[in-house]
């Protein structure tokens, strides 16, 4: 209806027809161009060897997501880009092949140092980011999506670990099929005394590991709120003396009794990495943006939720702490990236009549001024304010913040006066009042429920919390035929492998109170990275028990010789890979042997569902078009006949799948996304670029230039893949102004499914479509 710009200004789609393609979003002119230099109908005009001579890659760049004949190319774009930006990285001291062996040699241990380097090279262009362009978009997820596949490919090579991979190697029995649709005899855990030792005992032996490699801000820096000391010693109280006859589950004493303790770990701490330790908080942050604002009052409750009406059940009722309307508390830990907002705080209506909101955009650091101003709210602060010139509303129309203190807190955000009152009940002042043993008889939760995340003397408190929720709520779950112990003891003795079931349930239950989401609250935010936190934690844990695996775990145990040490600040010299043949079978004969589970486990929409676009024979078929073939003489690297030759090609497969996951995979698309929005809408001219770029301006350098696809502004094309959300923009298309005089926007709130109109109305724009249209009534720039 009319022209609308996208983020470069751009209310058009002539010559727009270069956006990401394939696995790793091959874009613009210049790598379309080389991809039919070297593999397609150019390198056969020009008498090349030419893997594709029918395939103009120029003139038809859509071929990469719509060939049903040549599945791969999805696959072959990304790692083209792979062998090129990837496997040539040499700077700064830092480079791809040499960091890859030294982890390897060093026992592939290097608390994400090696993962991280190249989730920065990906995302943002450099392997010790933020660089110039900001912080790496998901990169603990990446980090997680790393080692699930990493463990995946080193099983079928196993000959140290302990742990068996087929039901039938398993001595214990089984806990019953539960009738689908009835709840199951609650499976009663028995306390494994001796399972406990053996699990505090591997705990202890990968303590620094945890430390350094799990309990991580951001998926780099070490946590400085949850450390190991405080993990364990909280473990120990919940287990010694557990919560009204419950306790955390650390195994039983049969023969795979302690792995069933280290999954029941694994699976808290994936939850935990994902709901707290990540953002280094024990305090809940202030998120919930109402109308561009942080309400100070979303300490009372945020996306309309009211915390101090979080009640128990009628039988429960009497453990609730009181609602103290004079009760003034200030939280210790908070979001910290730029300008985020302070800690919550509660306090009474004759302290704070009204609250407003937390004005991120405020520069606070002006040392200039006069008087001179500086950031006070919080240690660290960089900018922002508490603005309480006017009431702001939180979500549920809240202004004040009385009787607002039972925010969330600890390693799973306990929240409300149930929980809080359930704690003092059992482990606090109450139970000793009333002459029930106490873990805290000093420690009143209702009347400092802050101590969960201040004390420094119970440093264990803010993990308690959380085990206390892991018991009353995943340990004790039973619903419509899904018992969580009975589960538990399913996925350990069908040998650790059923295509992500068992710890997506679990997700389902921390994030949306149900082991089969969306329920009724949603789909789970973050399941894959859920999932990846609970592969890389089991893989750790189940290292110090290790007699099948083959793979060494200390530094010394290889016989490989170390590439040197890069000198810092200087290009060191390119490492030269070795093709090897030998190790290239043997990496593809490992594939083969978990193929099933690569399709099911780690090819996956949302975490949950088989991908319909990347599969692995096109996975298998790209791999070795581009080891045999390659391009330009260069090759993905599968690794060298040495004896850990086969490792380095894991690897550098797992760290390029890793990636994978996070770009496309996970979306299921070949075709970029439009998902830049502009002024609250996603112009159609976002074919053209997103976040203000200029994909038909992504030329190569000076001494490849020739090679760039020439730009046909007659050039008609509509992509085969798009975003699948309610709604969602439909795919990307290119086209003259002679035909798209002006692109407007998609209109992702418009309901078009509506057969009772005159007449009927559907969506039509492409397969699967729920809502949403074109809309070119006026045009509307991209940024």
């Given amino acids: 209806t009319e022209p609308v710009e996208n983020s470069a200004g751009r209310t058009d789609v002539e010559g727009c027809c270069w956006?990401?393609?394939?696995?790793?979003?091959?874009?613009?002119?210049?790598?379309?161009?080389?991809?039919?230099?070297?593999?397609?109908?150019?390198?056969?005009?020009?008498?090349?060897?030419?893997?594709?001579?029918?395939?103009?890659?120029c003139k038809d760049p859509e071929i990469i997501c719509s060939s049903k004949e040549f599945t791969e190319l999805k696959w072959i774009a990304g790692m083209f880009y792979w062998v090129e930006s990837l496997q040539s990285y040499n700077e700064r001291g830092?480079?791809?092949?040499?960091?890859?062996?030294?982890?390897?040699?060093?026992?592939?241990?290097?608390?994400?140092?090696?993962?991280?380097?190249?989730?920065?090279?990906?995302?943002?262009?450099?392997?010790?980011?933020?660089?110039?362009?900001?912080?790496?978009?998901?990169?603990?997820?990446?980090?997680?999506?790393?080692?699930?596949?990493?463990?995946?490919?080193?099983?079928?090579?196993?000959?140290?670990?302990?742990?068996?991979?087929?039901?039938?190697?398993?001595?214990?029995?089984?806990?019953?099929?539960?009738?689908?649709?009835?709840?199951?005899?609650?499976f009663e855990p028995v306390k494994g005394e001796t399972s406990a030792k053996e699990v505090l005992a591997i705990l202890d032996q990968i303590k620094d590991r945890i430390d350094n490699e799990v309990f991580l801000y951001q998926g780099s820096e070490p946590s400085t709120v949850y450390r190991y000391q405080g993990f364990k010693s909280g473990l120990q109280v919940m287990f010694d003396s557990g919560v009204a006859g419950k306790f955390f589950y650390l195994g039983d004493d049969s023969s795979n009794g302690y792995l069933y303790g280290l999954v029941n770990i694994a699976a808290f701490l994936g939850q935990s990495m994902k709901e707290t330790i990540q953002y280094d908080a024990c305090d809940e942050n202030s998120w919930d943006l109402v109308n561009s604002k942080y309400p100070l009052s979303n300490a009372c409750g945020q996306l309309g939720q009211s915390y101090q009406d979080y009640h128990c059940s009628e039988e429960e009722k009497h453990m609730e702490c009181p609602v103290d309307p004079n009760m003034s508390?200030?939280?210790?830990?908070?979001?910290?990236?730029?300008?985020?907002?302070?800690?919550?705080?509660?306090?009474?209506k004759s302290e704070y009549p009204f609250t407003g909101y937390w004005d991120y955009g405020y520069e606070c650091n002006n040392p200039w001024a006069d008087p001179p101003e500086y950031c006070t709210d919080y240690e660290g602060q960089r900018a922002g304010r508490y603005d309480n010139t006017e009431p702001v509303e939180n979500s549920a129309g809240r202004t004040d913040v009385e009787g607002c203190c039972w925010w969330g807190r600890g390693v799973i955000q306990t929240t409300g006066i149930c929980n809080f009152g359930k704690l003092n009940y059992?482990?606090?002042?109450?139970?000793?009042?009333?002459?029930?043993?106490?873990?805290?008889?000093?420690?009143?939760?209702?009347?400092?429920?802050?101590?969960?995340?201040?004390?420094?003397?119970?440093?264990?408190?803010?993990?308690?919390?959380?085990?206390?929720?892991?018991?009353?709520?995943?340990?004790?779950?039973?619903?419509?035929?899904?018992?969580?112990?009975?589960?538990?003891?399913?996925?350990?003795?069908?040998?650790?492998s059923d295509g992500g079931s068992f710890i997506n349930a679990v997700s389902g239950i921390v994030n949306r109170g149900c082991h089969d989401p969306p329920c009724k609250t949603g789909e789970v935010d973050g399941m894959s990275?859920?999932?990846?936190?609970?592969?890389?934690?089991?893989?750790?844990?189940?290292?110090?028990?290790?007699?099948?695996?083959?793979?060494?775990?200390?530094?010394?145990?290889?016989?490989?010789?170390s590439h040197g040490t890069p000198s810092e600040g200087h290009d060191i010299k390119p490492f030269e890979p070795v093709k090897g043949?030998?190790?290239?079978?043997?990496?593809?004969?490992?594939?083969?042997?978990?193929?099933?589970?690569?399709?099911?486990?780690?090819?996956?929409?949302?975490?949950?569902?088989?991908?319909?676009?990347?599969?692995?024979?096109?996975?298998?078929?790209?791999?070795?078009?581009?080891?045999?073939?390659?391009?330009?003489?260069k090759f993905f690297y599968l690794g060298d006949d040495s004896s850990n030759g086969y490792l380095y090609g894991l690897v550098n497969i797992a760290a390029f799948l890793g990636q994978s996951m996070k770009e496309t995979i996970q979306y299921d698309a070949c075709d970029e996304n439009s998902w830049d929005l502009v002024n609250s809408k996603y112009p159609l001219s976002n074919a053209c670029g997103q976040l203000g770029q200029s994909y038909q301006d992504y030329h190569c350098s000076e001494e490849e230039k020739h090679m760039e696809c020439p730009v046909d502004p007659n050039m008609s094309i509509k992509g085969v893949t798009h975003a699948k959300w309610y709604g969602a923009p439909g795919p990307l298309f290119c086209g003259p102004?002679?035909?798209?005089?002006?692109?407007?926007?998609?209109?992702?709130?418009?309901?078009?499914?509506?057969?009772?109109?005159?007449?009927?109305?559907?969506?039509?724009?492409?397969?699967?479509?729920?809502a949403g249209r074109y809309d070119n009534t006026e045009p509307v720039e991209n940024s």
């Fill in 19 to 57: 956006w990401g393609r394939g696995v790793i979003q091959t874009t613009g002119i210049c790598n379309f161009g080389k991809l039919n230099y070297f593999l397609g109908a150019r390198a056969a005009e020009e008498g090349r060897p030419s893997r594709y001579p029918t395939i103009d890659f």
């Fill in 94 to 186: 830092w480079n791809y092949f040499a960091e890859l062996h030294r982890f390897v040699d060093g026992g592939m241990s290097d608390g994400g140092s090696f993962i991280n380097a190249v989730s920065g090279i990906v995302n943002r262009g450099c392997h010790d980011p933020p660089c110039k362009t900001g912080e790496v978009d998901g990169m603990s997820e990446r980090a997680g999506n790393f080692d699930k596949v990493l463990s995946l490919t080193l099983l079928p090579n196993k000959d140290e670990i302990e742990i068996p991979t087929k039901a039938e190697e398993f001595s214990v029995e089984s806990h019953g099929t539960p009738s689908e649709g009835h709840d199951i005899k609650p």
């Fill in 329 to 348: 508390i200030k939280g210790v830990t908070h979001a910290k990236w730029y300008g985020a907002p302070g800690p919550l705080f509660c306090g009474p």
């Fill in 426 to 496: 059992f482990l606090g002042a109450r139970a000793a009042e009333e002459g029930r043993p106490s873990r805290y008889p000093t420690i009143d939760f209702c009347k400092d429920p802050e101590i969960i995340c201040s004390s420094k003397e119970f440093t264990e408190l803010k993990w308690i919390a959380g085990m206390f929720y892991w018991v009353e709520s995943l340990q004790s779950y039973n619903e419509r035929g899904w018992n969580y112990f009975a589960e538990l003891h399913r996925f350990v003795d069908g040998g650790m």
């Fill in 529 to 561: 990275e859920r999932a990846g936190n609970f592969d890389k934690v089991l893989s750790l844990t189940l290292l110090p028990n290790k007699d099948e695996i083959e793979i060494p775990t200390k530094a010394e145990e290889f016989s490989v010789e």
């Fill in 581 to 633: 043949e030998t190790s290239a079978k043997e990496v593809l004969a490992i594939l083969d042997q978990i193929k099933d589970r690569i399709d099911n486990e780690v090819f996956l929409y949302q975490g949950s569902e088989p991908s319909t676009v990347y599969r692995y024979q096109g996975f298998k078929s790209g791999l070795q078009v581009m080891f045999d073939s390659g391009v330009a003489g």
């Fill in 737 to 770: 102004k002679s035909e798209y005089p002006f692109t407007g926007y998609w209109d992702y709130g418009y309901e078009c499914n509506n057969p009772w109109a005159d007449p009927p109305e559907y969506c039509t724009d492409y397969e699967g479509q729920r």
